[in-house]
Each structure stands twice: as C-alpha cells, then as structure tokens.
C-alpha cells in the first residue's frame, strides 16, 4: 500500500503520504453533526467571508496535522474564514505520536501563510490527528492526551483545541475506486475523542462528522485530493468554520 502511494508521489500526483478518517461531534455529543454539515454545504463564499470578518473570537488559529490537511487549506479555506486570523502548519508523515513528542523535529515545522498578530502562540489550535499503527482507543487517547500537554507547554496564549481526524468518504465508507480503506473513521478514534473532550471541558472540543461531498473530490480513494477536490472539501470545511470562528 505504501509503495503505491510513494509511486503516486513520484508521478507529482500527491504531496506527501496522510489519512485517517473523520472526526466526532461536539462536547456532549457523541453522535454525527449532520446539520452542521449540511449548513455548511449550503452556505455561500460571500456570506462565509462576511461571517467571517465580523465574527471572530479568536486572534489566531492554528491548524495542524498531516499533507492532507494542507491541501484543503491552501485550496481556499483561509479565503472563506478570514486570511489574517488563519494559519497553517501541515507536514507529510505528521502523525499524532509525532505530536506527542515534544522533542520531535514536527514542531519546528514552518508555519503557512501566518496570522497577522500572535502567530508565535494561536490561541486556537484545530488539530488534525493520524496515525496508522494505533489500532484501540487507549492508543489514540494517551496520544491526545500527549499532545494536548505540549500544546499548552508552547503555546502560553492557548485557549482552546479542537480536535479532528480525516475527511470522511461519504457515509463513513470507502469509495468504490479506493485502493485503501484511508477515509474511514474507525470507532475507536472517535472513541478516544470522547473521551478527550469529556476530561478537557471547555477546553478540548471535537469537530462535526465532515464527510466529503462525494468520492470524485479523491485521488485514487483518497485519502489526498484533486485539484477540484481540493476547493470542494476547503468549501466545506470552510463554510463550517466561517461560522464558528
């Protein structure tokens, strides 16, 4: 498997090698956001943008996490949530144990298209995390747990995480051309972020169940993206966060 997508690589087809599934719903919630999403499908770039200039409660956020999660990104997330309060740091092979390393050379990652003010320490950090060997929930909760702490040794004007997966293939199911099983949530992650957000309150969040649109927004399955499904799935991550910034 990984051998074929190292030969996509060299084709220049993909950036990087990521995945890992979805995401579960907000504190309290253990069940999918399906209206969130659907919201978010429908809002439009104008009124995402305009949200997103009047609303923003915090200074800066972060994203973090794998190649994958860049591509969505630089693909015209920032446009719709507000360019100044955004930015980026997105690594190929960045999984979570990565993370919970604060020693590890992740961290010095340089940052995409940084926030206009307190770039140094976002207060926001939305998290994306990934890993293909954790196979149990206590696995992937004493890595949350992990990078949770060095979150808040670093970063002094931290406020608040939000923790994410892997886009979903539509219905949590891989996609018929898939040659993986990359953009499925296993219920042990989502297990674990429950269980995260239930120790952190108020502090550590969970995202909706973001599913893409459709499968044509993959390359060969996914877990990476088109072109074209790169400004898809920005749209729909971007319209969520224009709205809850």
């Known amino acids: 498997m990984r051998e074929l997508w190292l030969r996509i690589v060299s084709l220049g087809l993909v950036i990087g090698f990521a995945g890992c599934g979805g995401t579960v719903a907000s504190t309290g919630d253990t069940t999918a956001s399906a209206a969130d999403t659907e919201t978010a499908s429908d809002t439009t770039a104008a009124d995402a943008g305009a949200d997103a200039a009047a609303t923003h409660t915090f200074t800066c956020n972060q994203v973090m996490g794998v190649s994958v999660t860049g591509e969505w990104f630089s693909g015209g997330f920032e446009a719709r949530v507000g360019d100044p309060h955004w930015q980026a740091v997105t690594l190929s092979h960045a999984y979570v144990d990565l993370w919970a390393d604060p020693t590890n050379t992740v961290w010095a990652t340089p940052l995409t298209s940084p926030c206009a003010e307190q770039s140094d320490s976002p207060d926001r950090v939305l998290f994306v995390g990934c890993n293909w060997d954790y196979t149990t929930a206590a696995e992937w909760t004493a890595a949350f747990n992990a990078v949770i702490a060095n979150l808040q040794a670093k970063y002094p004007k931290l406020k608040h995480i939000e923790l994410l997966t892997m886009l ?78």
């Open 168 to 245: 979903r293939a539509p219905g949590n199911q891989s996609c018929p051309d898939a040659v993986n099983a990359e953009t499925v949530v296993q219920p042990f992650i989502d297990a674990a972020i429950a269980k995260v957000v239930a120790d952190h309150p108020g502090f550590v969040s969970a995202a909706p169940h973001f599913e893409a649109p459709n499968c044509d927004v993959f390359i060969l399955g996914g877990p990476h993206f088109t072109a074209d499904g790169q400004a898809a799935v920005a749209q729909v991550y971007g319209d969520y966060y224009a709205n809850h910034q």
